[in-house]
């Protein structure tokens, strides 16, 4: 039996890859990490061990300030998860109906904000959602609804859930065409089957196609966690790193680089803010290693 021989091309193709990965992320990562383990006393850095992560989560006033931007996070992803993923998939759905005209156009239009930058993003809602000089107060008013309108970035029960919407506007086209590419590997032999059997429109693609996709829909869903819990810059754009009114849009984002880098009269403590990093990356592994717990849990099953 001949020895495997080692494949270099796949070597050398893969290595450029992984050393800058591994410059611009994994070591960062851990020196994040070690970071959070020390504290600086009398201008000496010293080994505290988790001391810092107690501080984090018991003492009074950093305790308040993370549980607060731990809870508005979670605010912020179960808005994506209940209004941008079903948006994507009822639009992925629609577009991806054969007999529609301008399809290719309608996804270029709902995906180009995807690709727009967050200051751009952030600047211009901002700006619209103005009471003084934005367009929304004039734009209800012309459809009979301007009692509706409110500051809203400006009042601390809706500023959070305003700026989520105004992700979902933005993000909206990533899941919608990650669905669209899923629909269009199904075979047409399944479909055809589907209406011989006299399940045809919306009866086929919730018995049919949505079964089919969902693999697809926990991949979004992973995302859409990874993403919301390291969101920063479009908080940062619209509200500014005190995540105003009142701390009411403080996520875990603007949470950490406040702290990292200092703001204002607050001086900035890199191992505090690297703690609340390792915090955040914490969260975001058990959260991803549940998820696929729960998928090899339902493999099993049906094996069985």
Known sequence: MQPRRIRWHIVVFLAPAVLV???VMIFPLFNTLRLA???RIDQERIFVGMENFRTLFFDPIWSEQFWNALGNNFWFFIVHMLVQNPIGVALAAILSHPRLRFAALYRSAIFIPTILSFVIV??????ILSPIWGIAPDMLDMVGLK???APWLGKE???LTTLALVSVWQFVGIPMMLIYAALLTIPEEILEAGEIDGITGFAAFWKIKLPLI???IG???ILTFVGNFNAF??????????AGPDFSTDILGTFMYRTFFGFQLQLGDPHMGSAIAGAMFAIILVGVCIYLFGIQTRMRRYQM
């Open 214 to 216: 969902l693999p697809s």
């Open 122 to 127: 952030g600047f211009a809602w901002k700006l």
């Open 233 to 242: 810059d479009l908080i940062y754009t619209t509200q500014g790193a005190l």
């Open 37 to 39: 383990l020390y504290s």
């Open 147 to 149: 009692s509706l309108f």
């Open 157 to 159: 029960e809706y500023a």
């Open 219 to 221: 991949i979004i869903s």
């Open 21 to 23: 990965y591994t410059a």
